[in-house]
T-cell receptor, first 114, second 117 residues
Framework: AQSVTQPDIHITVSEGASLELRCNYS??????LFWYVQSPGQGLQLLLK??????LVQGIKGFEAEFKRSQSSFNLRKPSVHWSDAAEYFC????????????FGKGTTLSVSS | DADVTQTPRNRITKTGKRIMLECSQT?????MYWYRQDPGLGLRLIYY???????NKGEISDGYSVSRQAQAKFSLSLESAIPNQTALYFC????????????????FGSGTRLTVV
């Protein structure tokens, strides 16, 4: 069965510093991969997705993620964090066959200090 | 109006009561999903439906039932609510067209915060 692991429950980063949020997946084949963000009291918004091709994908709000097949990872990065990036971030995987639903990780809460 | 509307936004109910959470969408999507969010547990899939005649259990369907009344409406019921069903519930939709971008391009509702006392 496919699964997603986000090893970090909570991360604090200084404003202006770089950010990396980790995501590892377990699946028999390369799944589709996603990062979502949830601001306090809000629903989920898609940041970026990987289906195939270039392993470095760009998303909204200056985020990017790199797919590494050898490490079964899809880590999210941002070169300079802004206070408004404080939120909860979820990694998700989807099987390549169409008859399934997304499976989400447990999330990483990002705090931004001034 | 929002593309995916969940009602109610907040609800407090008593243990043992039956409660229904409703989800309606104007996206024209054929796929609909119910997830629950608990602190530290992320989003877990309860049920999903790929069309009006197709209902599938997710990883945590026990204690829940669903009804797909129309392509645009997907309701989640708690037959006899218990306190550990206190959570934030999200409805989501997607499109099963051949474009991968759409069938995994979920649109989420704003959530229903349910408290069972």
């Amino acid at each position: 069965a496919q699964s997603v692991t986000q090893p970090d429950i909570h991360i604090t980063v200084s404003e202006g510093a770089s950010l990396e949020l980790r995501c590892n997946y377990s699946y028999g084949a390369t799944p589709y991969l996603f990062w979502y963000v949830q601001s306090p009291g809000q629903g989920l918004q898609l940041l970026l997705k990987y289906f195939s091709g270039d392993t470095l994908v760009q998303g909204i709000k200056g985020f990017e993620a790199e797919f590494k097949r050898s490490q079964s990872s899809f880590n999210l990065r941002k070169p300079s964090v802004h206070w408004s990036d404080a939120a909860e971030y979820f990694c998700a995987v989807g099987a390549r066959q169409a008859g399934t639903a997304l499976i989400f990780g447990k999330g990483t809460t990002l705090s931004v200090s001034s | 109006d929002a593309d995916v509307t969940q009602t109610p936004r907040n609800r407090i109910t008593k243990t043992g009561k039956r409660i229904m959470l409703e989800c309606s969408q104007t996206k024209g999507h054929d796929r609909m999903y119910w997830y629950r969010q608990d602190p530290g547990l992320g989003l877990r899939l309860i049920y999903y439906s790929f069309d009006v005649k197709d209902i599938n259990k997710g990883e945590i369907s026990d204690g829940y039932s669903v009804s797909r009344q129309a392509q645009a409406k997907f309701s989640l019921s708690l037959e006899s609510a218990i306190p550990n069903q206190t959570a934030l519930y999200f409805c989501a939709t997607s499109d099963s067209s051949s474009s991968t971008d759409r069938y995994y391009g979920y649109t989420f509702g704003s959530g229903t915060r349910l408290t069972v006392v």
